[in-house]
Structure formats: C-alpha cells, structure tokens
C-alpha cells in the first residue's frame, strides 16, 4: 500500500512539472512596453499539488487576468475562482462557497530584486505556485451556513436551527460561575 501511495505522489509533482497551460510565454510582452496581454486557463485542483487538505480539493481552479511588460518588470493582475464545500463554523452543516480571488503578481529578471518582485527565467511565468499560494493564503478562516446561525447547543449537541432543544437555559457555565456570584453580591 505504501508504494501505490508513494507512486501517486511522484504522479502529481511530475502534473505540476509538465502543465504547460499555467506558463505565460512572456517573451511579446517584453517587446512591446505597456501592451496588455490576457491569459485564461481552468486546470483541476489537483494540478497543483497536494490539495487533500482544502475543500476546494474536487473542483476546478480558473484563472484569467492581463499580464503586461511596465519598463522595468512583467505585472500580472487577474482573477482565480474555484469553489468548495466547507463546514459552517458553529452548526457544522455543509455549505458551498464559490470563492472569486485576486490575483497581482510583479515578476523581475534582475540579479538583485526588490523584496515584493518574484524572479523569473526571461521566457516565461510559471503561475503554478503564485495560483497555489493565493487559494491557500485566502482560505475563508470561518464559513457560515447564515449569518443567524444558531450554532449547535453545547450540552446536548443538537442543532439550534432545526429547533430548541430540551436542555435547560439557566445552566450556567462552568468557567462563568465565580462571575455569576460576583453579580448576585453585588445586587
């Protein structure tokens, strides 16, 4: 079993190496200074590497946007949208969200390059790893089912959307008693 593994691992870095539809040939827009260029590719998540962990896991990532040689680097400005089904942060209900990000990228060929440039080879950007990092960094830290979720009930578990549930309300927590005392001295 460790080998079957092993091999599918080996399979979906060599995808990210020979995708060629994520590469932008660069080499017009470095011959005509402010030109704008568009580029559009829909790839599957799984064309960029080891996604197991995110909910946008099964769909398809598409990017689009202009790239465009300014004078002195190549600046890439478009969009990248997937989708996926993630859990509601307080109910736990499965929800679908259709996820639209930015995308904005500087590329430089110098030796010494500015800390916000990213380097490339002079003939063309390989978006692979920009489109990556943009759909990890702005995974959504909390996704609700409605912004009047009730949440699920923290004694017995139940679904306060669905309904009340036969738990009592004047039970007080725990952590919260010593303030719940402090507020009956004080009356």
Request: with cysteine; net charge negative; hydrophobic share 35%.
């Amino acid at each position: 079993m460790k080998k079957i593994i092993d091999k599918a691992r080996v399979y979906r870095y060599n995808s990210i190496v020979e995708v060629e539809m994520m590469k932008l040939q660069v080499e017009q827009a470095m011959k005509e200074e402010g030109r704008k260029f568009p580029f559009s590719f829909m790839e599957p998540a799984v064309a960029f590497g080891d996604v197991a962990a995110f909910s946008w896991k099964t769909h398809n990532v598409a990017v689009e946007g202009l790239f465009w040689f300014d004078g002195c680097h190549l600046v890439i400005h478009g969009t990248v949208q997937t989708s996926g089904i993630y859990r509601c942060g307080r109910c736990l209900t499965p929800v679908s969200v259709d996820r639209k990000e930015t995308l904005s990228e500087v590329y430089g060929t110098e030796a010494v390059l500015p800390e916000d440039v990213e380097p490339y080879n002079g003939e063309y950007i390989d978006l692979t790893k920009t489109v990556r990092e943009t759909l990890v960094l702005s995974e959504p830290m909390r996704v609700l089912c409605r912004p009047d979720c009730k949440g699920l009930c923290p004694q017995c578990g139940a679904n306060l959307n669905e309904g009340p549930c036969s738990c009592p309300d004047d039970r007080i927590d725990p952590r919260m008693e010593k303030l719940g005392e402090l507020l009956k001295s004080n009356r």
